[in-house]
């Protein structure tokens, strides 16, 4: 059974840093590509962050310079360092998986807040 962990959301002030993560277990085939999608309330969900099987990573425009993302080298660990967060970066943040298949964490929630 595929199975998709995130973790490191939270509550942070503006300028803020975290650091989310995302574990993924039950995939036999090589994985195509990771990435990181978010979904505000009332809004669709958008990618933020995706890396290739070869590393080839792209953001969104609004992260970019802010967000950074990574993986292991076992390729089952994959990392969102969200720095100089603002209110708008406010979402349920998803990992996602490309591999013969998409599969779906179910999320974790990061809201910018003074």
């Known amino acids: 059974q595929v199975q998709l962990v995130e973790s490191g959301g939270g509550l942070v002030q503006p300028g803020g840093s975290l650091r989310l993560s995302c574990t993924v277990s039950?995939?036999?085939?090589?994985?195509?590509?990771m990435g990181w999608y978010r979904q505000a309330p009332g809004k669709q969900r958008e990618l933020v962050a995706r890396?290739?099987?070869?590393?080839?990573?792209n953001y969104q425009d609004s992260v970019k310079g802010r967000f950074t993302i990574a993986r292991d080298k076992r390729e089952r660990t994959v990392y969102l360092q969200i720095d100089s967060l603002k209110p708008e970066d406010s979402a349920v943040y998803y990992c996602?998986?490309?591999?013969?298949?998409?599969?779906w964490g179910k999320g974790t929630l990061v809201t910018v807040s003074s």
């Open positions: 890396i290739t099987r070869i590393g080839v990573t």
């Open positions: 039950g995939i036999r085939f090589s994985i195509l590509a």
């Open positions: 996602n998986v490309q591999a013969p298949g998409d599969y």
